[in-house]
């Protein structure tokens, strides 16, 4: 079993940053192997695809909505997987969760690829 920890979230105003972080615990073998990716979702809506990384961090993948403003990346010997997100918007506010895709590759944008999930953590972003 892999337990996955996300953290960084808060309440921000618009056009400011944060830095979520998605700490990987267990059997995190199965972690430094596999892509990762991070998805969020806000009250009322499905869970929706932010952004991927391939198990070397060569390879990268972001929604149109974030692309330019995001940044994903990973620390292989801290089993950490990172999300650097700046001039956050209003809409990009909800619980943001990490996940373990099922490849080395760079996962696709779809929920049902991955397999292990965190808990999620909040984040709000004021106007």
């Known amino acids: 079993q892999v337990q996955l920890v996300e953290s960084g979230g808060g309440l921000v105003q618009a056009g400011g940053s944060l830095r979520l972080s998605c700490a990987a615990s267990?059997?995190?073998?199965?972690?430094?192997?596999?892509?990762m990716g991070w998805f969020r979702q806000a009250p009322g809506k499905e869970r929706e695809f932010v952004a991927a990384i391939s198990w070397s961090g060569g390879s990268t993948r972001y929604t149109d909505s974030v692309k330019g403003r995001f940044t994903i990346s990973r620390d292989n010997a801290k089993n950490t997987v990172y999300l650097q997100m700046n001039s956050l918007k209003p809409e990009d506010s909800a619980v943001y969760y990490c996940?373990?895709?099922?490849?080395?590759?760079?996962?696709?944008?779809?929920?049902?690829?991955?397999?292990?999930w965190g808990q999620g953590t909040q984040v709000t972003v004021s106007s």
């Open positions: 267990g059997r995190t073998s199965s972690v430094s192997v596999y892509g």
């Open positions: 996940a373990v895709g099922r490849t080395i590759g760079l996962p696709p944008a779809r929920v049902a690829e991955y397999d292990y």
